[in-house]
């Protein structure tokens, strides 16, 4: 192909550092222990390594803007100048301090500002701020279908905008001191609208505000260019939503004012499909256009009959969501015809930014060689956007070395025994008609686990763990270590079992759980244990602020070599009378925090994980346990972004949950638990995962989230959480009391349970004691009044 260069960038780089040095620096920064300017220092040598790092891959630009020390909405709202006017900053509090104000919130005597969404704060829920801790930090959640999540704006009818800030402007000099070519990078105006929350008094729409901020957009544009910017990509993931029609409509006005204010703009989307939105996608008056191949494979003969041919087309085939290596040559039979119909100039890049995978292989030297071969992270990304571009321009032989490398790779893991079990491949395809039901139905379960359980009314438990104390955290580091041997860790383990145990009866509990004492992280513990998992040293990935996670990689078929659970539940429930309810983390929930192999649907590892949970509740139940929870707090966020996706989703999902919870007889209880979220536009599917009880989360919506159950009439038992577990505070008896009345109103009182929100694994004893106790006490109190 005599074509002309083709073009590489990257549409941004994860930010900690490979070591993690960002949140290092950050948490000292906020521990008083080092100054603002040695934080900069440390972000600046950040940036600086990021930026090499795209120039020793050999990408034709540098990625500036992509940076941020806690998120990137937040650095735009300096940006854009709309601070919220409720932190009432006072002139002079320098832009930085500002910064961590509004990501952390401001601290009085009980706060603890720093917030914790999903999958991150231990038990894995989100947090609200706290009333009475000062001003609250803004409120953070997810970024799209990502594990990132980003503070929200908030505007206000009268918000104005002005170019608050001189970080980007900063960061450009900087980089182009280091020679480097620059591509600058901003969230696009109606994004970050789109993202951003009204608050005040006045109702209004946030949409009007969009004349007053591309304005701002435009005089950002105009100093980029005169510091001689030539490319800008504007980040307008929406356009993968689903979309009101005044807000599509706005994007070619808004477009026509910015794409003549500055540099060349290049307009990228990304996480999935454009669809609807193709055309106007193609058609926006800007210089280029960058569309996700790897989650839209499918549009991009469309991308490329639409986009003028004058246009630039950044095509994303490096799958910038996931840590498998490219295989080059699906890549390229993928760029090929685009290259053939787009006449105009093609860039090659990764789907999206790198920001949600980790930094680099270089140290994960502890993985078995064969799989790490298999295996791409950011810098390793970089590399493959750069083969990929030279394979399809000709800059690169046919005959490099990388590219036998790469094939080698691909082929060993596409035929990799280690991938591929017959055995379950195997059972699945075994899997009998109604596998996924319970053999009677709930009424039918509800007597018979009656008469087994013998509850009272209103009868009382917790969602499963216990404080996990710095006795326990250490003995666990020190096992891990190989300094605390195997029987002294099980010794203290099962020591913590009885204390919780016997805490539990104290209180008057009457469904008891063993306190999860030994589990690290409620995936990681199945995790290590089943085939198919494997752990990176140092696979961090950026969560929110200065928190990581660091996911399993689930690489291959899913079998459980050996029950996982049993020994520690039989145990505990052996010191007591009461039923002991087991605990496990569902299907999905495993498949969602994990990063999951490429090559089979998500709806099949899913179910290889259900047979392999369903194994386990079959040995509890097998073992005298009545009573087994099946956590899936991960259900609702793993819906697609489009609406059309979410049935095929629910469907599969639900059908993994049934079949991990069916395997067992009437008379064993099962329980699920979510954590906060929206549950009433799914609540047919809720319903259809045919839990005998559910708990969620509820305190902090006052029941409301109840209501949808009530008047959807959910047929089965319920949890409606009575306190809020991410709160120092301790709730009275009489509180809890009133919230409960609150849910008898829309469920009817013999099918509620009452528990707490969520586990207690980041609370300490003394509050844990104090809440339970009186949380005791109000469903006694109900019980007597019915
Ligand atoms: N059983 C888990 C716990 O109590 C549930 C955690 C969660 O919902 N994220 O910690
Ligand atoms: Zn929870």
Redesign the pocket.
Known sequence: MAASPILTHTLGFPRMGAQRELKLALERHWRGEIDAAALEAVGAQLRARHWQAQRDAGLAFATVGDFAYYDHMAHHIQLLGCESPRFGFTPGTPELARYFTMARGVQTLSGHGDHAPGGTC????AHAPHPGEGQPALEMTKWFDTNYHYLVPELHADTAFRLGSERLFAEVAEAQALGHRVKAQLVGPLTFLWLSKEKGEAPFDRLDLLDRLLPVYAQILARLKAEGVEWVQIDEPILGLDLPATWTQSFEPAYWQLGKAGPQVLLATYFSPLENHLRLACQLPVAGLHVDAVRAPQELTGVADWLPAYKVLSVGVVDGRNIWRTDPDAALALLRPVAAKHTGPLWVAPSCSLLHVPVSLAGEDALDPELRGWLAFATEKLDEVALIAGLLDGRVADSDPRLAAARAAIASRRASPRVHRPAVAARLEAAPEGCDRRRSPHPTRQQAQRARLRLPPLPTTT???FPQTPAIRAARAAHRRGVLGEAAYQAQMRAEIEHAVRKQEELGLDVLVHG?AERND?VEYFGEQLDGFAFTANGWVQSYGSRCVKPPVLFGDVARPHAMTVDWTVYAQSLTDKPLKG?LTGPVTILQWSFVRDDQPRSRTCEQIAWAIRDEVVDLEAAGIAIV?I?E?AIREGLPLRRTGWKPYLDWATRAFRISACGVQDTTQIHT???YSEFNDILPEIAAMDADVITIETSRSDMELLRGFGSFKYPNEIGPGVYDIHSPRIPGSQEMARLLRKAAEVVPARNLWVNPD????TRSWPETEAALRHMVQAARALRSAM
């Not at 231990?122 to 829920?125: E, I, K, L, S």
């Not at 969520?758 to 694994?761: D, I, R, T, V």
Request: overall charge negative.
């Open positions: 231990g038990a894995g829920c969602i499963g763990s999860e409620m605990m929870q956590d707090p638990h979510m954590c969520c586990g207690l694994k």
